[in-house]
């Protein structure tokens, strides 16, 4: 693995073990379905939650790229760590590039790094619509909902997360917002019983007329109708979350590699079978690179088509991912089915990059949307 470079060095020793004790930590937490708690705290130890943030605001400063190899380093050990984290870290990126490009969010930036919160996303299952329902009182709003999939929801300490508000004018707009998790009137939703990514404490959270004041608002937009701030949002989010299916990607092959390079694999026309599961792996590490390019270790302008390009890409990489690990179970065979061979983890964690936003046939209308208004 090439070094992972950042401002303030963490060490590539210390790298390596912090990966290889995301790595013997794996597969107990997917057997028994908890979160992984203590590769949590490793990281929070040697504060790689505020690893993107600007050193002149007590971060890391490490570069986006940067992280994006190290997410899918991280993915190659454990998925689900790597994956909860990824939800974190591309809060964080947005953050970022709201305080490079226009000069906001430094309190919370310095907030974040002093205490290494954990910033929860519940993004995924709202898009353009949103769900939940805010109720307007004197100096902010009452808000109730239940928001799933909020990877890392058993840890976390601030939701980042909307809801639709009729306002006085009778229009239906969409307020996004920031709660605290760990306050009256939010429970967690222990409902994360899944095929794959098992350690990623993805629970729903419900909200019981939370108290939202009227500072908390960051971005007010019209329901179900696309706003610029996604082509920040994805642009930042789908990098990071595709490094880590990369990685899953890249553990595959090397699971096969050694086992055919030690004489353990009798598949009959081997080298064809290799061949084409390296041109699988090469499909999702190329389109993964365009990808994180794409966001130029946050060096970029609002680019209406950036959306369209990215989640395209993102298409891809999870369809490459998904084959690359399907590829590589058919060469090691009926043995790859077994619970106690690694390939079969990874085949059920990859599934998962399917259900990012958006998942396939979304995404294939939304860029022909795109397409067809230019």
Known sequence: ?????????????????????????????DTDSSFVKENYELLKSHK????????????????????????????????????????????????VWKYKHKNIGEATLRKIAENQLILVSTGARDWLGS??????????????????????????????????????????????????????????????????????????????????????????????????????????????????YTGIAERAMEIVLFKAKEG???????????????NSLIAAQSQWKTMYMTANDLDFDINHDNSATILSLKTNVVEACKQTVSDAMEIIGGQSFYAKNELERLFRDVQAASFHPLPKWNQFAFTADKLLSN
């Open 1 to 29: 693995m090439k070094t992972i470079n950042t401002s303030k060095q963490i060490s590539q020793d210390t790298y390596e073990s912090i990966f290889s004790t995301l790595q013997k930590n794996a597969k107990k937490h």
């Open 48 to 95: 790689l939650f505020s690893a993107l943030i600007p050193e002149e605001l007590g971060g890391m400063g490490m570069k986006y790229t940067a992280m994006c190899n190290l997410l899918k380093e991280m993915g190659k050990r454990c998925g689900s760590t790597a994956l909860a984290f990824s939800m974190h870290q591309h809060l964080i990126a947005a953050a």
């Open 131 to 244: 769900n939940g329902n805010l109720k307007k009182t004197k100096d902010g709003y009452l808000f109730s909902a239940e928001k799933h999939f909020a990877s890392q929801s058993v840890v976390g300490d601030v939701a980042i997360t909307s809801a639709p508000y009729l306002n006085e004018n009778k229009e239906w707009k969409v307020l996004h917002f920031s709660a605290p998790i760990k306050q009256q009137g939010v429970s967690i939703i222990e409902n994360w019983d899944v095929l794959g990514m098992r350690g990623t404490g993805s629970c729903g959270i419900a909200f019981d007329s939370v108290f939202i004041p009227e500072n908390a608002i960051a971005l007010e937009r019209k329901q179900d109708e696309f706003h610029p701030v996604w082509n920040v949002v994805l642009t930042v989010a789908m990098p990071l979350i595709m490094s880590v």
């Open 264 to 278: 353990k694999i009798n598949a009959p026309h081997l080298n064809f079978c290799l061949g084409k599961l390296h």
